[in-house]
């Protein structure tokens, strides 16, 4: 398969490149770290890994890479929106620039992407849209409000899409992570959190099963959603311990 994935510089985006990759995939991944995407590109060293600089809240960076891509003729199969920003936006200094950020890239950017392949989706019969998303979809996030917003609109929006489109075999997949071993972690790394390459194998069962909504980890998103009736004010008692 094609699959075309966005924010592989590290993290989940670049566990999971290099594990589609192992697993006989083409990869076309997308950046804002110039330098990192040459150090992937000589890690991986595959003739099927492909990558362009992008920074996602620019619709120039953004139309430039899809240039690029017919222009190599690499049509994707599979795209995963996996790029992500979270910032503390808890002080009102600058709280508008910030807002405007994160759903640029969180929201705007999914949503112009999304656009321009289901276009080539719908005309040749078939396609799968991978958001990786967060259980911060589904109750606030202590850092940041604007991650929450961003999240939980992604989270509606591609709910309404997998509706319209699955009877014409366009599929919108939701992956709801709990807590991963990833910089923006900021908790206690215990049995709860789950790792990169987890991530990475199950993405490989989404685009095998085409869930609409799927969670991981197992054990760590099934309490959360079970805390979810728990009245936020104890709700947030009880996480405080978890974290640094």
């Known amino acids: 398969?094609?699959?075309?994935?966005?924010?592989?510089?590290?993290?989940i985006g670049r566990a999971a490149t290099i594990h589609l990759l192992n697993q006989g995939h083409r990869v076309w991944g997308v950046?804002?770290?110039?330098?990192?995407?040459?150090?992937?590109?000589?890690?991986?060293?595959?003739?099927?890994?492909?990558?362009?600089?992008?920074?996602?809240?620019?619709?120039?960076?953004?139309?430039?890479?899809?240039?690029?891509?017919?222009?190599?003729?690499?049509f994707p199969d599979v795209v995963i929106f996996n790029a992500g920003v979270l910032m503390n936006d808890m002080s009102i200094d600058h709280r508008?620039?910030?807002f405007e950020q994160t759903f640029a890239v969180n929201f705007h950017s999914v949503m112009f992407f999304a656009d321009i392949f289901l276009k080539f989706f719908l005309e040749r019969g078939n396609g799968h849209f991978i958001a990786l998303n967060t259980t911060s979809a589904l109750r606030s996030n202590r850092r940041s409000i604007s991650y929450s917003a961003s999240k939980a609109a992604l989270s509606m929006a591609f709910k309404g899409l997998s509706e319209w489109y699955r009877d014409r075999q366009i599929y919108f997949s939701t992956i709801y992570l709990g807590p991963i071993d990833?910089?923006?972690?900021?908790g206690r790394r215990n049995?709860?959190?789950g790792k990169k390459e987890g991530v990475s194998k199950h993405i490989e069962t989404i685009i095998r099963t085409k869930k609409p909504s799927s969670y991981y980890p197992r054990l760590s998103t099934t309490l959360f959603r079970l805390a979810c009736f728990i009245p936020d004010s104890i709700f947030?008692?009880?996480?405080?311990?978890?974290?640094k």
């Open 1 to 11: 398969m094609n699959i075309f994935i966005t924010g592989i510089s590290s993290g």
């Open 31 to 74: 950046a804002r770290r110039i330098d990192e995407l040459h150090t992937l590109s000589e890690t991986v060293s595959s003739s099927d890994f492909f990558y362009s600089e992008c920074d996602l809240s620019k619709k120039e960076d953004i139309l430039a890479v899809v240039s690029k891509m017919r222009e190599s003729s690499f």
């Open 96 to 98: 508008e620039k910030i």
């Open 182 to 186: 990833t910089s923006m972690w900021e």
């Open 191 to 193: 049995f709860l959190v």
């Open 236 to 243: 947030f008692r009880l996480t405080r311990g978890i974290m």
